[in-house]
Structure formats: C-alpha cells, structure tokens
C-alpha cells in the first residue's frame, strides 16, 4: 500500500490476461497501455471489476459488460465471467488486521 492509502499496482512486468479470447502477455503496464490493453493501473482499478482486455477484444464479453449493461447477478453469469470476477478480486492483497 503506497502512504497515501492507495493500493500499489505492480511495477515493472506483470501478466496482463484477456477475460474474452484467454490471451495472457508478460507486459510492462505502460507498453500494454500503449499496445491497447485495457487492464489496471491505466485503465481500471485493480480489485474493481472493470475489463481486463486485449487490443483484440471488445468490451461486450467482459463481466463488467454483463454486470452494468446487462444487469446480470452472479447466477445469471457465465463460468466464464464468474472466473473473470474472481480473478479480479483476487488482485487485491490480503487484508491484515491489528
């Protein structure tokens, strides 16, 4: 966590993955911003259900497109989907109390 109480993305190269097609890069965060990805920290906020795409990919087979535009619930939403937010959420880091 950064001492403003924001949580830090990952410097450096990190796997950006794309929730429609599967495709799954080693990218530095600013070259996939550049390339068209859309993926936190440029585009989204980690652990916030926004798109993880590739340049490829449209915004309409994301869970966050299912979720907002569609006003589907978690029951209504393909496994596909379900895997998408849970991937999501766990890029959060665990929590600490005390």
Known sequence: M??????DFPTGTFMHWCESCG?????????????????PPHMGTRGVISPR???NCSIKNTAW??????DHGIDE?????RKAV??????LPPTTSG
């Open 2 to 7: 950064s001492t403003d109480g924001a949580i």
């Open 23 to 39: 495709l799954e890069e080693l990218l530095d965060s600013r070259d996939a911003y550049d390339a068209g990805w859309d993926f």
């Open 53 to 55: 795409t590739c340049p």
């Open 65 to 70: 497109w299912a979720i907002a535009i569609e």
């Open 77 to 81: 939403m393909t496994p596909q989907e």
């Open 86 to 91: 849970g991937r999501i959420l766990d890029e």
